[in-house]
């Protein structure tokens, strides 16, 4: 049954502010731009030059700041699509100013302050999606399609490592901004959370390698791993790796799921089901265009009452799985992921 239209008071089209100017940011705003339904009236940076270009070229007002974004009375809508770090704040600022919010995964660094966040959002009646287009993606909509043929699933592996030689000196590549990998990269684990449920225990191991640093420089690392292991409360077991930075050499993008009616794989954009001695094909939709099916979707829930593909309580339960992933790095020892 559809919900209740979120669009009292809104304006038409939607007032949208938008908080980056990164490649999300810029599918976020070109999206914005083919759908009526929205209008995006500022645009906050990191700078102040970036901020003023990509303001130019969206047709938009260059804000000052992302607090001066959110407090602005001519918005109905804030969109966060930066650093992680921030992510927390600027969520709550925007709450707190009344306005409706989609954040890029993940809504916080700190589950504590995600679940205040949701519970906001739910005094407020205001919209707080977290965005997860991993979940809209070819791969994964073709995993869950093909479920049911593996009968009893018991073991999956997620593996990702890209190589990049030299590592960019770029926020996702310093851990207080991008976080903990596993949380900073929070689509590997709510790939599997959304397909096998609720995890119970957590252990993980992580490295980094550190660049070499000057005084002034910020903490860059030139490359990370984290390899975890899930074990879930419907008895299946999973592995997560990823890697990315200086130290790979060969990129990997592996998803497997094991049943005891067949093995599904996908190679990167390539699956197949194998069982006995078959090997069936499994075809993968596209995975452009899912920022705009995103930002589409929420547009469709303000103003048709249209449920949206994700809750944020499913987002923050991947979350405190990263957290456990990252209590068990430092302290090697298995972790509960506490509900």
Avoid at 198 to 213: G, H, I, L, M, Y
Avoid at 324 to 334: H, I, K, L, Y
């Amino acid at each position: 049954m559809p919900q209740k239209p979120l669009n009292a008071g809104l304006g038409s089209p939607i007032r949208v502010g938008l908080a980056g100017t990164g490649y999300a940011a810029k599918l976020r705003a070109e999206a914005m731009l083919a759908d009526p339904r929205a209008t995006l009236v500022a645009v906050a940076g990191h700078t102040p030059e970036k901020t003023e270009a990509f303001s130019q070229t969206f047709q938009a007002e260059a804000a000052v700041s992302w607090r001066k974004l959110v407090e602005r009375e001519d918005l109905d809508l804030a969109i966060i699509s930066t650093i992680s770090r921030d992510h927390g704040a600027m969520a709550r600022a925007a709450l707190e100013a009344g306005k409706h919010v989609v954040v890029e995964y993940p809504l916080s660094l700190d589950p504590a302050e995600a679940e205040q966040l949701i519970a906001l959002a739910q005094r407020t009646g205001l919209l707080l999606h977290v965005e997860h287009i991993e979940l809209l993606g070819g791969v994964h909509q073709a995993a869950v399609k093909s479920m049911p043929a593996l009968g009893e699933v018991f073991y999956a592996r997620y593996c990702t490592v890209s190589p990049q030689r030299p590592a960019p000196r770029r926020w996702t590549y310093q851990l207080d901004l991008f976080g903990f990998p596993l949380a900073g990269a929070l689509s590997r684990l709510h790939r599997l959370t959304d397909l096998f449920g609720t995890v119970a225990t957590v252990s993980c191991q992580a490295r980094f390698w550190d660049a070499p640093r000057h005084t002034a420089d910020p903490p860059y690392f030139t490359a990370c791993l984290c390899a975890a292991q899930l074990r879930f409360t419907c008895g299946a077991i999973a592995e997560v790796v990823y890697g990315k930075g200086e130290t790979f050499w060969k990129e990997e993008r592996l998803f497997e799921v094991h049943g005891d009616r067949g093995t599904l794989i996908f190679d990167g954009d390539v699956g197949r089901i194998r069982s006995s001695d078959e090997s069936v094909p499994v075809e993968v939709g596209p995975r452009r265009g899912m920022f705009a099916k995103d930002t589409k979707m929420v547009l469709d829930r303000l103003t048709e009452g249209t449920p949206l593909y994700v809750t944020p309580r499913a987002s923050l339960h991947s979350l405190k799985v990263a957290d456990a992933a990252r209590r068990s790095a430092e302290t090697g020892q298995t972790v509960s992921v506490g509900e």
